[in-house]
């Protein structure tokens, strides 16, 4: 077999004889991996120099030429030599050691930049940002359909996609595409995914779309039966391309065909005349793709009580999250000067009271009359719980598309929840922790929670609306939270300290123990602790609400 470098990794094949011609030792070890790989087996490795150019010079492509010679240099000593383990990690030493320790001087000169991308990253989901992290070319996905805002207005990433360099849609290309479009007379060379405001039914409006999806997620707070809804917008400058969730050109500007692949119409790849010929009959438009279906065709989620959902991500966490996060929480807590076990303690509350908000008077409306328009909708007997029955979640089928439709005929709208929580129970979380002042060293944990508690549907969810809680609220909290602890003897709690009812207002003003709470901040001058525990204890809430049904 004769092959390129691909072969030094992910081939689960053993040969007795490798010849190689000369890369660096990294690359050289992983190639002979390649050799005498299974057990019992002996194998040799022969490794040839690189061919020189006319000026002497070795062509050392796609390696850089100073690795290469320093792994030529060390190979004498191994010549005709067994190499085992730690003959490879003398090897990786004399040639990798230096380069690799500059390496790691220049990652630590540019730390500071490299952390605030990484929270920003977090904070914000612009790709852009990410991919400076992972890599420095950019993908953007594509699609080719003439009118995707009637077609694809929910999950366009569910449809047949191209990924491509944004500066493929750039600069010269981009202006070829305009002529095109021009000389065909098309209103639009390019759109762009945007998510659409739940709440008026309008797309965001804001000059940075990437920016919008995270600020309009706050506004129609989604969960796992609520389907965000896409609008498609022209892309006017071609600076937002980079920034798109996903985008869409027409049929006239882009086709696909099987052989030549993604082909743009615009003249910039010259072909003979019949392959010409070929891609003028050629029309492609992108299609759904098929869901993989596991089991039944319906997937009904039935409705639940508050504590019996509060239950499932109690198991969840304590069954399986905790024991994945005991490093982290430790570690956190020894460089906060926090208490062992105050950082567990904070995400069984988070747990506890995340859908508080839900327990309110307005939500329990919503509920019940869904449960009976559902009920109706499908044909099916219904029986109405009893009044103290407090509802967190209600029935419904994933895969149910028309159940969005169903639920606009309601004249009852689902109020949001997750900001509500924090605003009905910071103080009684204040009062759980011991953050008596501000300087309490609990008083990051506070934020933490509260941050955690807001923002485990979006990530810029920040405002609540007038809440009052439903009769029996506090009693489904009381049992909720001995679900969650499962001490012997739970810690003694005073849940008077629950506000019955707020007003409308924001999370996020200055003033974090007057009532509000603050975002961690980000102030590169300091250690990251506070901000890395919101993003952990977010985290850890999420997977347990994802994993919560499975132990129900």
């Known amino acids: 077999?004769?092959?390129?470098?691909?072969?030094?990794?992910?081939?689960?094949?053993?040969?007795?004889?490798l010849h190689s011609e000369l890369s660096p030792a990294n690359s050289l070890i992983q190639r002979a991996g390649r050799c005498?790989?299974?057990?019992?087996?002996?194998?040799?490795?022969?490794?040839?120099?690189?061919?020189?150019?006319?000026?002497?010079?070795?062509?050392?492509?796609?390696?850089?030429?100073e690795p290469c010679q320093r792994t030529w240099e060390a190979l004498a000593e191994y010549d005709g030599q067994v190499v085992r383990f730690q003959e490879e990690r003398r090897l990786l030493d004399t040639v990798h050691c230096e380069s690799d320790l500059q390496l790691l001087a220049r990652y630590e000169e540019q730390r500071p930049h490299l952390l605030e991308k990484m929270v920003t990253s977090l904070r914000k989901p612009d790709p852009s940002v990410?991919?400076?992290?992972?890599?420095?070319?950019?993908?953007?996905?594509l699609l080719v359909h003439d009118a995707p805002e009637e077609e694809i207005v929910t999950a366009p990433w569910q449809w047949q996609l191209f990924t491509l360099r944004p500066s493929l849609l750039q600069?010269?290309?981009?202006?070829?595409?305009?002529?095109?479009?021009?000389a065909l007379g098309l209103d639009w060379v390019c759109k762009q995914a945007v998510l659409?405001?739940?709440?008026?039914?309008?797309?965001?409006?804001?000059?940075?779309?990437?920016?919008?999806?995270?600020?309009?997620?706050?506004?129609?707070e989604d969960d796992s039966r609520r389907e965000p809804l896409y609008t498609w917008e022209p892309?006017?400058?071609?600076?937002?391309?980079?920034?798109?969730?996903?985008?869409?050109?027409?049929?006239?500007?882009?086709?696909?065909?099987?052989?030549?692949?993604?082909?743009?119409?615009?003249?910039?790849?010259?072909?003979?005349a019949r392959w010409q010929q070929r891609l003028e009959g050629t029309r492609y438009q992108s299609r759904p793709l098929?869901?993989?279906?596991?089991?039944?065709?319906?997937?009904?989620?039935?409705?639940?009580?508050?504590?019996?959902?509060?239950g499932g991500l109690a198991d969840a966490y304590h069954y399986g999250l905790y024991h994945e996060l005991t490093y982290a929480l430790r570690r956190l807590e020894e460089r906060m000067g926090l208490a062992a076990g105050t950082i567990d303690q904070a995400i069984q509350l988070a747990l506890a009271l995340h859908d508080l908000g839900k327990l309110a008077e307005g939500w329990q409306r919503w509920a019940r009359a869904w449960e009976r328009l559902y009920h109706e909708k499908k044909g099916l007997h219904y029986q109405e719980p009893a009044a103290d029955y407090l509802f967190a979640k209600t029935t419904y089928d994933v895969r149910a598309r028309e159940e969005r439709q169903w639920e606009q005929e309601l004249a009852e709208r689902r109020p949001n929840h997750a900001c509500e929580s924090v605003a009905l129970a910071r103080r009684f979380i204040v009062d759980c922790l011991g953050a008596t002042t501000p300087a309490s060293p609990t008083a990051p944990v506070v934020r933490a929670t509260c941050y955690a508690i807001a923002r485990h549907h979006t990530t810029g969810a920040h405002e609540y609306g007038a809440t009052r809680l439903a009769p029996g609220a506090l009693e489904a909290v009381r049992r909720a939270l001995a679900l969650v602890q499962r001490e012997t003897s739970p810690r003694p709690t005073n849940l008077q300290l629950i506000l019955p009812e707020c007003q409308q207002g924001d999370l996020f003003p200055e003033n974090t123990m007057s009532g509000k709470f603050s975002q961690p901040a980000l102030d590169l001058q300091t250690p990251q602790y506070e901000t890395w525990l919101a993003f952990v204890m977010t985290r850890a809430l999420r997977l347990a609400d994802q994993r919560a049904d499975a132990y129900r």
Do not use: K
């Open 1 to 17: 077999m004769v092959a390129t470098q691909v072969v030094e990794v992910g081939l689960d094949i053993s040969v007795e004889t």
């Open 36 to 65: 005498a790989r299974f057990p019992h087996q002996q194998g040799q490795v022969f490794v040839y120099s690189l061919p020189v150019d006319d000026q002497g010079q070795a062509q050392t492509l796609p390696y850089e030429p």
């Open 130 to 141: 990410r991919s400076t992290l992972i890599r420095d070319d950019l993908q953007v996905a």
């Open 171 to 182: 600069g010269r290309h981009w202006q070829a595409l305009q002529e095109r479009a021009a």
């Open 196 to 220: 659409m405001d739940t709440g008026s039914g309008r797309a965001a409006q804001g000059e940075d779309h990437s920016r919008t999806r995270s600020e309009t997620a706050a506004q129609g």
């Open 235 to 272: 892309v006017t400058n071609p600076a937002q391309i980079s920034r798109a969730l996903v985008l869409a050109l027409p049929q006239a500007l882009v086709t696909y065909d099987r052989d030549l692949g993604l082909v743009f119409r615009d003249g910039r790849l010259p072909l003979p």
């Open 290 to 310: 098929e869901r993989r279906r596991s089991g039944a065709v319906s997937q009904t989620v039935s409705r639940q009580r508050y504590e019996e959902h509060i």
